[in-house]
């Protein structure tokens, strides 16, 4: 097994935590890896290019924000742009089906042989007749292989909806006129139209396709295009988005092991929204196109967009093994490393999220309280801890009434504030020694970082 994406990303991150800023340097490597990772997908070149130039200029000079190392905040990135380009930033309407026309309306299928058309014609057979509630009529255009026609039939047949006959005597052009008719005639809502296609892309087929829809003039012309076809998917996209006005596009057999850049350059190519997408060869195996979890599979990032989100795990790794250093060595936990860790959860986001992680008696305080509260808390706590000298934070126990007072106005907070720290900071030390009794590996799993 490859390395996914972001485990390759982990280690260059090793060399660069605190750093603030994404930069040319600072991505340098990890671009690299990027674009790896674009081509074991089997994303075209050329797009591989320019998806690459897109991701780069919106990362230089985004902010490493909290906790978050450069690596996470890149991956962040491109997770973001992947997902906007394979059709993220389109509208719901965009991405479902355009039926709002004079009945019936007409679903044009185009693509090489093989590519799923005719599976794909009972698949959106039955999911228009099953979701959307509407009368379906499907007809071959495939008049060169008897068989096609038969295997339409079958899957109008399981799909629910009505199949109109045609054989391989007819052209294509006349198979289409009677079949709208038809439609007419008995009320259907809705026309779905297959058509032949060819093993490489084909004048004459290309022609017959195009003269097809300029007849029909259908709803939907929808370019069925076989996830596993890899590089040639550029070229095949190009083609048939050049000699049709496409509508949109079906990816088909995502069951597959690719890594689905076909879905990448096809996009890319064509401009056009991936409406749905082939799960299996049986009708039931089709879905909505979910443009997030293709982005995540092309990068081969199975769980990196929870890892991104998950902050918590990347609490700096450093901080976490200097501390558990001294407590090992028998060092006091003393103020300074409360500030430390407080700081720590602050940059660390959602706190909700992150209680599951912590110790028992911490969980059921914290549970208590909202992210903001918690938030504002830590802001003020880390307010009064700032106002006291070393020394203090050194010696907590030197703390009494007027350092209290002074050490109060200074965090511009009232007094039974820093008590509360304090006892606070006490509880904590206690877990502190009880860590340290045997709970050491606990702690640093709880602190461990993304490693
Ligand atoms: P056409 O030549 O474009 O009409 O393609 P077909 O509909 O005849 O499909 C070609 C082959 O691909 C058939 O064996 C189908 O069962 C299979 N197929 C189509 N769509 C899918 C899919 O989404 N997943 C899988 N696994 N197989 C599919
Ligand atoms: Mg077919």
Redesign the pocket.
Not at 277 to 281: D, L, N, Q
């Given at each position: 097994m490859l390395d996914s994406l972001s485990q390759r990303l982990s280690k260059i991150v090793k060399t660069m935590r605190g750093q603030a800023r994404l930069t040319e340097s600072n991505t340098k490597d990890m671009l690299r890896e990027v674009r790896l990772a674009l081509l074991e997908a089997d994303v075209a070149l050329p797009v591989v290019r320019e998806v690459l130039a897109r991701i780069k200029e919106k990362a230089m000079g985004v902010e490493v924000v909290g906790s978050l190392n450069p690596g996470q905040a890149l991956v962040g990135v491109v997770q973001e742009e992947l997902t906007a380009i394979i059709g993220g930033d389109l509208s719901p309407e965009e991405r479902s089906l355009n039926l709002r026309v004079q009945p019936p309306a007409v679903i044009l299928?185009a693509?090489?042989?093989?590519?799923?058309?005719?599976?794909?014609?009972?698949?959106l057979a039955k999911h228009i007749v099953e979701t959307m509630k509407k009368k379906v009529l499907t007809v071959s255009c495939?008049v060169y292989r008897p068989a096609?026609i038969e295997?339409l039939r079958t899957?109008t047949e399981q799909a629910g909806a009505t199949w109109f006959p045609s054989t391989t005597g007819e052209k294509p052009i006349d198979i289409a006129a009677a079949a709208v008719a038809e439609a007419r005639r008995r009320f259907y809502d809705v026309l779905i139209v297959?058509t032949a296609?060819r093993l490489a892309i084909d004048e004459a087929m290309m022609n017959e396709v195009a003269e097809l829809n300029s007849y029909l003039k259908p709803a939907e012309t929808l370019f069925?295009i076989?996830?596993m076809l890899g590089q040639d998917a550029v070229n095949t996209a190009r083609a048939f988005n050049e000699k049709l006005p496409l509508t949109g596009i079906i990816l088909?057999?995502?069951?597959?092991d690719s890594r689905g850049g076909a879905a990448l350059s096809v996009r890319h190519v064509t401009g056009k929204p991936i409406k749905f997408?082939?799960?299996?060869?049986k009708l039931t195996?089709?879905e909505p196109f979910d443009p997030e979890a293709m982005a995540s599979r092309i990068l081969g990032m199975g769980d990196i967009v929870g890892l991104v989100k998950d902050v918590t795990k990347s609490i700096d790794i450093e901080q976490a093994q200097k501390l558990a250093e001294k407590i090992k060595s028998g060092n006091r936990f003393d103020l300074s490393d409360f500030r430390a860790q407080l700081a720590q959860m602050n940059g660390m986001g959602d706190f909700s999220s992150i209680l599951d992680k912590l110790p028992a008696q911490f969980q059921q305080a914290a549970s208590k309280v909202s992210d903001d509260d918690v938030k504002k808390n830590l802001r003020r706590t880390l307010g009064i801890i700032d106002s006291m000298t070393p020394l203090e934070r050194r010696k907590p126990e030197l703390i009494k009434a007027s350092r209290k007072k002074r050490i109060a106005a200074g965090a511009g907070v009232p007094v039974q504030e820093v008590n509360r720290l304090l006892k606070q900071f006490e509880q904590m030390q206690d877990m502190m020694k009880m860590m340290k009794k045997g709970g050491l590996s606990r702690m640093m799993r709880m602190f461990g970082g993304l490693t």
């Open positions: 299928l693509g090489l042989q093989g590519a799923g058309k005719t599976t794909t014609a009972g698949k495939d096609a295997q899957v297959d296609g069925v076989d996830a088909t057999k995502a069951d597959g997408m082939g799960t299996a060869e195996g089709f």
